[in-house]
């Protein structure tokens, strides 16, 4: 079989170790194999690259196991070529791979060419990537803590998310915050509505009215805490974010010049605030790609689920997550 790289490495990684195989093809195509183990630590990934550097080592291979390739890419990403494959697909290559180690398998895999590196973004487009899935976190933790709001609400036979639309909303939480305090008029606490929500003052007043014990006034106080933290925290992301993409707001805006642009029905331009919340029971889905906005309904016209749109599918969850597997 024809050899394409005369000098490559194969490497293990392990989450505490890494087990590195170098191959090396003479002019009378004997192969000399030299099989090093390194620890994970910062250091003896440096000593692993210095070795490798060293050697002259042509492409590095690696397999995408959990996150642990990630700190062996970084370091190595700059010194020479390094691919990412996915374990399926080096399973599917015949072979014995049994009968000797991942490290020796991977290394002859791609002496002779037989791997085929997974994309893996730019540092820059990584980070990005690692801010948006931890944007998408909290929202989706925001979430649970306001449907988990609700039930101690109704449990308290307080009716509130039956009349709001929001239970985040700035006229919701400041009733529960005087319901918290001892307020126990029920007409006063419907006066505190705001904008559309004061033509339904009337049912807001039987609404608030029920048994609010001590156990659901101390749960409530920690839940809504914790969605101030969540909102400061969706927050500081978001400017972030539209700091890391300030230089591609020139794309960002040729994008939206496609015709048909944002594509399938239903999409329309979102608000920042309308941006930054998720899919909560009967609400719609907001979602951030390459710093463009968009909001669909809940459903498609079919009744069926719809797919949350992303602009720049760089910044998808699911593409990400296509690298990690």
């Given at each position: 079989?024809?050899?394409?790289?005369?000098?490559?490495?194969?490497?293990?990684?392990?989450?505490?170790?890494?087990?590195?195989?170098?191959?090396?093809?003479?002019?009378?195509?004997?192969?000399?194999?030299?099989?090093?183990?390194?620890?994970?630590?910062?250091?003896?990934?440096?000593?692993?690259?210095?070795?490798?550097?060293?050697?002259?080592?042509?492409?590095?291979?690696?397999?995408?196991?959990?996150?642990?390739?990630?700190?062996?890419?970084?370091?190595?990403?700059?010194?020479?070529?390094?691919?990412?494959?996915?374990?399926?697909?080096?399973?599917?290559?015949?072979?014995?791979?049994?009968?000797?180690?991942?490290?020796?398998?991977?290394?002859?895999?791609?002496?002779?060419?037989?791997?085929?590196?997974?994309?893996?973004?730019?540092?820059?487009?990584?980070?990005?990537?690692?801010?948006?899935?931890?944007?998408i976190h909290l929202v989706d933790e925001?979430?649970?803590?306001?449907?988990?709001?609700?039930?101690?609400?109704?449990?308290?036979?307080?009716?509130?998310?039956?009349?709001?639309?929001?239970?985040?909303?700035?006229?919701?939480r400041e009733i529960l915050q005087r319901?918290?305090?001892?307020?126990?008029?029920?007409?006063?606490?419907?006066?505190?509505?705001?904008?559309?929500?004061?033509?339904?003052?009337?049912?807001?007043?039987?609404?608030?009215?029920?048994?609010?014990?001590?156990?659901?006034?101390?749960?409530?106080?920690?839940?809504?805490?914790?969605?101030?933290?969540?909102?400061?925290?969706?927050?500081?992301?978001?400017?972030?974010?539209?700091?890391?993409?300030?230089?591609?707001?020139?794309?960002?805006?040729?994008?939206?010049?496609?015709?048909?642009?944002?594509?399938?029905?239903?999409?329309?331009?979102?608000?920042?605030?309308?941006?930054?919340?998720?899919?909560?029971?009967?609400?719609?889905?907001?979602?951030?790609?390459?710093?463009?906005?968009?909001?669909?309904?809940?459903?498609?016209?079919?009744?069926?689920?719809?797919?949350?749109?992303?602009?720049?599918?760089?910044?998808?969850?699911?593409?990400?997550?296509?690298?990690?597997?």
């Amino acid at each position: 079989m024809r050899v394409l790289h005369e000098r490559c490495c194969g490497l293990d990684i392990h989450k505490r170790f890494v087990v590195a195989c170098l191959l090396e093809t003479s002019p009378d195509g004997a192969v000399h194999k030299e099989v090093r183990t390194y620890s994970t630590m910062t250091a003896d990934l440096l000593a692993l690259s210095d070795w490798l550097r060293a050697e002259d080592c042509g492409p590095v291979v690696m397999e995408s196991t959990g996150s642990y390739w990630r700190p062996v890419f970084n370091l190595l990403e700059g010194q020479c070529e390094v691919l990412v494959v996915n374990a399926y697909h080096v399973k599917a290559v015949p072979g014995r791979k049994t009968d000797v180690k991942d490290a020796e398998w991977l290394a002859d895999l791609l002496r002779h060419g037989l791997v085929r590196a997974s994309f893996i973004p730019p540092a820059s487009q990584r980070h990005l990537r690692d801010l948006t899935r931890y944007r998408i976190h909290l929202v989706d933790e925001r979430a649970r803590l306001t449907n988990r709001l609700q039930t101690v609400l109704e449990d308290a036979n307080i009716k509130l998310a039956s009349v709001v639309t929001d239970v985040r909303g700035l006229s919701a939480r400041e009733i529960l915050q005087r319901l918290l305090d001892g307020e126990t008029d029920a007409r006063a606490l419907a006066e505190l509505a705001r904008g559309k929500l004061r033509a339904k003052r009337e049912a807001l007043a039987q609404a608030v009215v029920g048994r609010l014990e001590a156990h659901h006034v101390f749960l409530l106080r920690e839940q809504l805490a914790h969605l101030e933290y969540l909102d400061a925290a969706i927050a500081r992301v978001d400017a972030e974010l539209e700091a890391r993409l300030a230089a591609e707001h020139e794309a960002i805006a040729l994008l939206e010049t496609i015709p048909g642009w944002p594509p399938g029905p239903g999409c329309v331009r979102a608000t920042p605030r309308a941006a930054a919340d998720t899919s909560v029971a009967g609400h719609g889905e907001a979602t951030r790609g390459c710093g463009v906005r968009w909001l669909r309904s809940p459903t498609s016209r079919a009744g069926r689920r719809a797919p949350t749109w992303q602009p720049n599918s760089a910044a998808s969850p699911r593409a990400g997550a296509k690298v990690g597997r």
